[in-house]
T-cell receptor, first 112, second 108 residues
Framework: SQTIHQWPATLVQPVGSPLSLECTVE??????LYWYRQAAGRGLQLLFY??????ISSEVPQNLSASRPQDRQFILSSKKLLLSDSGFYLC???????????FGQGTRLTVV | KNEVEQSPQNLTAQEGEFITINCSYS?????LHWLQQHPGGGIVSLFM???GKKKHGRLIATINIQEKHSSLHITASHPRDSAVYIC??????????FGKGTHLIIQP
């Protein structure tokens, strides 16, 4: 079965610093991959999704970008973090035609 | 567009009470996940359902595909069950879609 590795679990970064969160998937090929953010007290908001290498769709305008350099690697980045980027970031995968999704543990980011 | 609605948004109960959290969705899906997130913690997948009912310990999840509705039940609730519970639909036209979550507090 699939496994999603997402790291780090927690991260404290200063305002203006860059960000790179990595998500890798094992046990499958060509998954749909997702990045979500959960601000304090809010639900999970879709940031980006990808149906294949180099194919990224953005759901909301923001200070973040995503890349998919390999089939099973999905990276969330920022050149300069803002305080409002603080939150819980979750990577998830879904296999087209399958009935199951898989979830990373999440990264709790605090921008100070 | 698939709308995934959870109710209630917030729930406070006493230890030992039977808890029900509901999730409804608006389009046909392949399956539905129930997830748990403790305060300050990560996401844990509790159940994946495509039909019927599943039980794990004090947790029971049911789904009615025709009515587009799922429920998560907790029997003999305990303060350690306090968490946010999130349902997520899989395989609909919009792919993976999350509900906003139910914030559950179990008081001793």
């Amino acid at each position: 079965s699939q496994t999603i590795h997402q790291w780090p679990a927690t991260l404290v970064q200063p305002v203006g610093s860059p960000l790179s969160l990595e998500c890798t998937v094992e046990g499958t090929s060509n998954p749909n991959l997702y990045w979500y953010r959960q601000a304090a007290g809010r639900g999970l908001q879709l940031l980006f999704y990808s149906v294949g290498i180099g194919q990224i769709s953005s759901e909301v305008p923001q200070n973040l970008s995503a890349s998919r350099p390999q089939d099973r690697q999905f990276i969330l980045s920022s050149k300069k973090l803002l305080l409002s980027d603080s939150g819980f970031y979750l990577c998830a995968s879904e296999q087209l035609g399958n009935t199951e999704a898989f979830f990373g543990q999440g990264t709790r980011l605090t921008v100070v | 567009k698939n709308e995934v609605e959870q109710s209630p948004q917030n729930l406070t109960a006493q230890e030992g009470e039977f808890i029900t959290i509901n999730c409804s969705y608006s389009v046909g899906i392949s399956a539905l996940h129930w997830l748990q997130q403790h305060p300050g913690g990560g996401i844990v997948s509790l159940f994946m359902l495509s039909s019927g009912k599943k039980k794990h310990g004090r947790l029971i999840a049911t789904i009615n595909i025709q009515e587009k509705h799922s429920s998560l039940h907790i029997t003999a609730s305990h303060p350690r069950d306090s968490a946010v519970y999130i349902c997520a639909s899989v395989g609909g036209a919009d792919g993976l879609t999350f509900g906003k979550g139910t914030h559950l507090i179990i008081q001793p």
